[in-house]
């Protein structure tokens, strides 16, 4: 018996691949020309590309011969860089465009062709060789083309340049990619202070691991902030001392407040027993309500849901209410939202791991919500 190898089975005949290729060549050829001395002509000049190394004569040919199969062949031994760029945005044909901007590594006139040229297939395919920083995040912003500044969005690296797209920027859509490239916890920490888009907002904050960071937003940012820091956090000085300041301060209906006593809830011992420590995780999102003239309202959709692992174990929807009538200086803010916490409490009440003893040591809890959540088990 003779075992052969696995490669050598598979393994081209040698020269195989330039015979495939000039195999490919002819096809072309006899398929464009309808005379033997047509085809023969042509033949003869790719020859002549394909034995020539003087970048001027290649140049000359990628730009003037006028047949596309010659100047694609000529395109694909140039190197010049300024003849490449020629050729990427003025040839008649797609292939030979492409096959130039290819060539092309110099990375200022990448940058001129994406500034300079109308096609955006153009702009886009050079976007995707570039490399320089600063000319992406200018393409990003600056493109007329959405599809070319998500492409140089997509390609941007530095953390400074995206957090000045994600507050700069007017697209809400670019503002948003730029927020999930970001791995920067002080420049999301930013974001989470300097924006006045909650969706903004909201996503840097869930983005943000640093606790220290964290702390501190549940003291200085804005209620968007605040909320999303409270279910982040995991100090839970941190939390009572806020919970406490909310007391005094504020309603205690208001949806910050609310989150902060959930969270130290989380923290009751018969919960800790029965449950383990749970997960609070917060879905913050825009709605809105057509009036008449055309004219919108938008408020607040908030969901909490507390979790063991991946499994959900409580889950509730609170959403701005939105009032019958409004006037145009309503247009321009967004309705908050309250959150009410004794749902989902007795949602995770109604778990079987709790026993009577349970609800009677939750009954003495100082958070208002436990407290009535648990006297209604008993």
Same mark, same amino acid.
């Given at each position: 018996?003779?075992?052969?190898?696995?490669?050598?089975?598979?393994?081209?005949?040698?020269?195989?691949?330039?015979?495939?290729?000039?195999?490919?060549?002819?096809?072309?050829?006899?398929?464009?020309?309808?005379?033997?001395?047509?085809?023969?002509?042509?033949?003869?000049?790719?020859?002549?590309?394909?034995?020539?190394?003087?970048?001027?004569?290649?140049?000359?040919?990628?730009?003037?011969?006028?047949?596309?199969?010659?100047?694609?062949?000529?395109?694909?031994?140039?190197?010049?860089?300024?003849?490449?760029?020629?050729?990427?945005?003025?040839?008649?044909?797609?292939?030979?465009?492409? @096959?130039?901007?290819?060539?092309?590594?110099?990375?200022?006139?990448?940058?001129?062709?994406?500034?300079?040229?109308?096609?955006?297939?153009?702009?886009?395919?050079?976007?995707?060789?570039?490399?320089?920083?600063?000319?992406?995040?200018?393409?990003?912003?600056?493109?007329?083309?959405?599809?070319?500044?998500?492409?140089?969005?997509?390609?941007?690296?530095?953390?400074?340049?995206?957090?000045?797209?994600?507050?700069?920027?007017?697209?809400?859509?670019?503002?948003?990619?730029?927020?999930?490239?970001?791995?920067?916890?002080?420049?999301?920490?930013?974001?989470?202070?300097?924006?006045?888009?909650?969706?903004?907002? %909201?996503?840097?904050?869930?983005?943000?691991?640093?606790?220290?960071?964290?702390?501190?937003?549940?003291?200085?940012?804005?209620?968007?902030?605040?909320?999303?820091?409270?279910?982040?956090?995991?100090?839970?000085?941190?939390?009572?001392? %806020?919970?406490?300041?909310?007391?005094? =301060?504020?309603?205690?209906?208001?949806?910050?407040?609310?989150?902060?006593?959930?969270?130290?809830?989380?923290?009751?011992?018969?919960?800790?027993?029965?449950?383990?420590?749970?997960?609070?995780?917060?879905? %913050?999102?825009?709605?809105?309500?057509?009036?008449?003239?055309?004219?919108?309202?938008?408020?607040?959709?908030?969901?909490?849901?507390? =979790?063991?692992?991946?499994?959900?174990? @409580?889950?509730?929807?609170?959403? @701005?209410?939105?009032?019958?009538?409004?006037?145009?200086?309503?247009?321009?803010?967004?309705?908050?939202?309250?959150?009410?916490?004794?749902?989902?409490?007795? =949602?995770?009440?109604?778990?079987?791991?709790?026993?009577?003893?349970?609800?009677?040591?939750?009954?003495?809890?100082?958070?208002?919500?436990?407290?009535?959540?648990?006297?209604?088990?008993?």
């Amino acid at each position: 018996m003779v075992v052969g190898s696995k490669s050598s089975v598979h393994q081209p005949l040698p020269g195989m691949e330039d015979l495939l290729k000039n195999l490919a060549v002819l096809i072309i050829i006899f398929g464009l020309c309808t005379c033997w001395g047509c085809a023969g002509s042509l033949k003869k000049r790719i020859d002549t590309v394909e034995g020539l190394t003087d970048q001027v004569e290649l140049s000359k040919m990628a730009v003037s011969d006028e047949n596309y199969i010659v100047r694609w062949e000529a395109v694909d031994k140039l190197n010049d860089q300024t003849a490449l760029a020629t050729i990427a945005v003025s040839d008649k044909e797609e292939i030979v465009r492409n @096959a130039a901007l290819n060539r092309i590594t110099d990375q200022v006139i990448l940058t001129n062709i994406v500034l300079s040229e109308r096609n955006a297939n153009v702009r886009k395919a050079a976007v995707e060789k570039l490399t320089d920083q600063t000319a992406l995040a200018n393409i990003a912003v600056s493109d007329k083309n959405s599809e070319v500044r998500r492409t140089a969005l997509g390609r941007l690296t530095d953390q400074t340049l995206l957090a000045n797209i994600a507050l700069s920027e007017k697209d809400i859509n670019i503002q948003k990619a730029a927020v999930e490239k970001l791995t920067d916890q002080t420049l999301l920490a930013n974001i989470a202070v300097s924006s006045k888009n909650e969706i903004l907002i %909201f996503q840097a904050v869930s983005k943000i691991n640093n606790q220290i960071l964290l702390s501190k937003l549940i003291t200085e940012g804005n209620p968007t902030a605040q909320l999303v820091a409270l279910s982040r956090t995991d100090d839970i000085s941190a939390i009572r001392r %806020f919970a406490a300041l909310v007391e005094s =301060q504020l309603d205690k209906m208001d949806k910050v407040g609310a989150v902060a006593r959930l969270k130290l809830a989380m923290s009751e011992p018969p919960i800790i027993r029965k449950l383990g420590k749970l997960q609070l995780l917060i879905d %913050f999102s825009v709605i809105s309500r057509r009036y008449p003239q055309g004219k919108n309202l938008e408020g607040e959709e908030i969901t909490l849901s507390l =979790q063991s692992g991946d499994n959900i174990l @409580a889950q509730r929807t609170d959403r @701005a209410v939105f009032p019958d009538r409004t006037s145009d200086s309503e247009m321009s803010s967004i309705i908050p939202t309250s959150v009410h916490i004794e749902g989902i409490l007795a =949602q995770l009440f109604n778990s079987q791991k709790f026993i009577r003893d349970d609800f009677v040591e939750l009954a003495h809890s100082t958070i208002p919500e436990v407290k009535k959540a648990a006297e209604a088990k008993l």
